[in-house]
DNA sequence: TCCTAATTAACAATGATTCTCAGGTAGGAG
DNA sequence: CTCCTACCTGAGAATCATTGTTAATTAGGA
């Protein structure tokens, strides 16, 4: 599953439109970091993102990799895999399960659905692995957030 | 959406069941612990759990509550949202998409499948929110892993 | 009741992520 | 094309979540 280069060229355009969009410097590290993660086809952290992009700019520290990445993030440009950062959550019901997810809040509520549990896996997915369960998260707007913020926009990391 | 009485108990005999099955002790700590998690109806982190069983075990250390969390884990009685801990990962595909997890090694492949996109919320969603989309985890084991540890164990914690 | 291995509390240590600040640079104004 | 300034970056210290170490404590079988 290796990133296409009209892919990787799409997503290299997006960036620089976004980025001057929200008026925000196209500099050499941002072009390198976004470029990296963009080609990557599996999902690095940080370091991982720092570590290669060393090899072409070796002074680049882990602290812009990081200011970067947040800065993608809060411009849609990027996405984290799962909640990103904050501390572990737990969750003492196991019994199969989903999540409705607020994304303002970023609180999240389970519900059951025997469906959900095992959907169709669509053919692709053998290519990757043997498949065991399913699970649905549903993004949207919790109800105590429709009240508080209305229109409370992006970048709701922390907590 | 609060714990019902009845699930809660359900809950704790499970828990007690569990430990014992293990050959681990049961203690005035691991119960409350445990107690305080099975009856948030959120999913609470270490420190809020840890605040918690300090109304009523003042001398209770957050060590003490991680170690319990990440034992109840490896036993199965409990889970955690998204990737336990280790570091925030970064995914520049914007497009919707869904993931297959490997539940030996967390790696984590894209894949995108329209039907997944969004799919028919169940009614009783409407109570928590106001959906926007859905998206995906297929659980299973990646074939990377199916070759290498073809009947690795549970608590694949860290990394 | 006694004994021992399992468990706990306190505190130090680690790893991820963020803050502070002084120097550097993109890119619009002239 | 050069200058200027606000935005960026790198370095190192600081912070926050989580884990390791150790001596004292306790569950629960003998």
Redo the contacts with the bound molecule.
């Keep these: 599953m290796k990133i296409l280069p009209q892919e990787l060229l799409d997503r290299i355009g997006c960036f620089e439109k976004g980025l001057q969009r929200a008026g925000?410097?196209?500099?050499?590290?941002?072009q390198e970091i976004f470029r990296e993660l963009a080609q990557s086809p599996d999902h690095p952290?940080?370091?991982m993102v720092c570590r290669s992009v060393r090899k072409r700019?070796p002074?680049?520290?882990?602290?812009?990799v990081?200011?970067?990445l947040?800065l993608l993030m809060d411009l849609g440009l990027i996405s984290t895999l799962g909640a990103s950062?904050a501390?572990?959550r737990f969750d003492a019901n196991t019994k199969p399960h989903h999540h409705f997810v607020c994304s303002r809040c970023s609180s999240t509520l389970d519900f059951s659905c025997p469906e959900f549990d095992h959907l169709d896996i669509p053919h692709g997915v053998k290519a990757l692995g043997y498949p065991e369960k399913t699970r649905v998260e549903v993004l949207g707007v919790c109800l105590q957030c429709k009240k508080t913020r209305p229109k409370a926009h992006n970048s709701e990391?922390?907590e």
Tied chains: 1, 2.
């Design positions: 925000v410097k196209i500099t050499h590290q941002r952290d940080a370091e700019v002074t680049i520290s882990l602290d812009t990081y200011r970067t947040w950062r501390s572990t990391r922390r």
